[in-house]
Structure formats: C-alpha cells, structure tokens
C-alpha cells in the first residue's frame, strides 16, 4: 500500500495550498490517513490524521498544534482522494509533504509516526517570507 502526494509549490507567506494524496487498486476510506512534513535536518513528523470508515468515529480530524487551525484535512471517496487544505502558511511550513495509511486509530490520535507506512513520494512546499 503506497501513497502518492501532489500539489506542493512555492508561495509567500500568507498564501494557501491544497494538497492531495491519491491511491489506487484500494480503497483510501478505509484507512486511517495521516498527513506528514519533513523539513531539512529534521525528523519527519505527523502534522494531521483522519479515521477510517471501520472506526465509528470515521473522519475525525487530529491536527499537531503547528498546523491547528490553518490547515484542514478532507476526504473525496468518488476521487478516492484526501486533501490537505494549507492556509495562512508560514515560512516554517517549508518542508517535503507525504501522505501514509494506518490501520491504528490509537497512532492516529496521538499523532503517532510509527504507527504509518507505505511512504510514497512526497511534494515540496516552499514558502518565503
């Protein structure tokens, strides 16, 4: 199972970007969907994660303290795609952006990376002051 994020570019601070993570030969709605940035010389961390349709929470949002408020995670089922909508972005948003599955709600919740895998290749964001 791997994932394929796009939509990353560069923008000015304040600017929005949506990005999308895609998948086929399985459904996206079934899986818990996290959102990740990795900047350089930093870890990869988790900035945002959605329930799957098994969990009777399906599409409950969690959202890292850095993006709450400014970004906001959607699902398209008929597209079987998942967006991140990225607002007021801010220099220190500049980072590599993947997208991964889990099947833990717990590693969901607590924002937890090691709970994801199936890292597929991730989409610049470069924002400038």
């Known amino acids: 199972v791997q994932l394929q994020a796009s939509g990353g570019g560069m923008v000015q601070a304040g600017a929005s970007l949506r990005l999308s993570c895609a998948a086929s030969?399985?459904?996206?709605?079934?899986?818990?969907i996290g959102w990740f940035r990795q900047a350089p010389g930093k870890e990869r961390e988790v900035i945002s994660c959605?329930?799957?349709?098994?969990?009777?929470?399906?599409?409950?949002?969690y959202y890292s303290d850095s993006v709450k408020g400014r970004f906001t995670m959607s699902r398209d089922s008929a597209k079987n795609t998942v967006y991140l909508q990225m607002n007021s972005l801010k220099p220190e948003d500049t980072a590599v952006y993947y997208c991964?599955?889990?099947?833990?709600?717990?590693?969901?919740?607590?924002?937890?990376?090691?709970?994801?895998?199936?890292w597929g290749q991730g989409t610049q964001v470069t924002v400038s002051s």
């Open positions: 991964a599955p889990s099947s833990s709600r717990y590693k969901c919740s607590t924002l937890d990376a090691s709970g994801f895998a199936g």
């Open positions: 030969g399985f459904a996206l709605a079934d899986y818990v």
């Open positions: 959605i329930l799957g349709s098994a969990d009777r929470y399906y599409d409950d949002e």
